[in-house]
């Protein structure tokens, strides 16, 4: 798949963010403390591993278990965000559980992208959970800065966050996978 395609269908996966957030909150509600925020991460995570994926399997391959790498990822930092910042909705608590978040699902993406780089590619992947960590307290903020109601304890980021995050994230990948044959 060529660059400028995957880069496309990789922001168009931002889709699974408010996908994911209001499956979570018609089946979990608020996140209210690590329970709703790790059932309710599992849940969103799930979403958008799977927009991604989609996304994904056409740079890389057959990526098995971005789904439920992401979600596990995803329910493990919700969680702990919510139990660091009493599921605070201030833009303080919104970018800790932030990073929390986009480290977890960093780190979990990562280990499944390390079996499909080339070995030459293992040490320069270690920039996949930093990007990612960076890129979710931001949608965060983007989400904050337009006027959503995060007093409201979405599990994620709004539509205006996503497109954010997928731009910065869609970036990353592809010049992580930009030498990588399809297996």
Known sequence: MSGGRFFFYWTFAFL???LGGLVAIL??????GFLSGALGGVLAGSVIGAAQWLALRGRVGNIGGWIPATALGLGVGEGVGAALTGAGTSIGALLVAGVSSGLAVGISQWILLRRHAPAADHAI???????VAMAWPLGWTVTWAVGVDVERG??????SGA?????????????????????
Not at 165 to 181: D, K, N
């Open 154 to 159: 979405y599990t994620v980021f709004g539509a």
């Open 27 to 32: 089946l979990v509600g608020s996140v209210e």
């Open 125 to 131: 992947l270690l920039v996949w959970p930093a990007v």
């Open 16 to 18: 699974g963010f408010p």
């Open 163 to 183: 497109l954010v995050f997928a731009a910065i994230t869609g970036t990353a990948m592809l010049l992580l996978t930009r030498r990588w044959s399809r297996p």
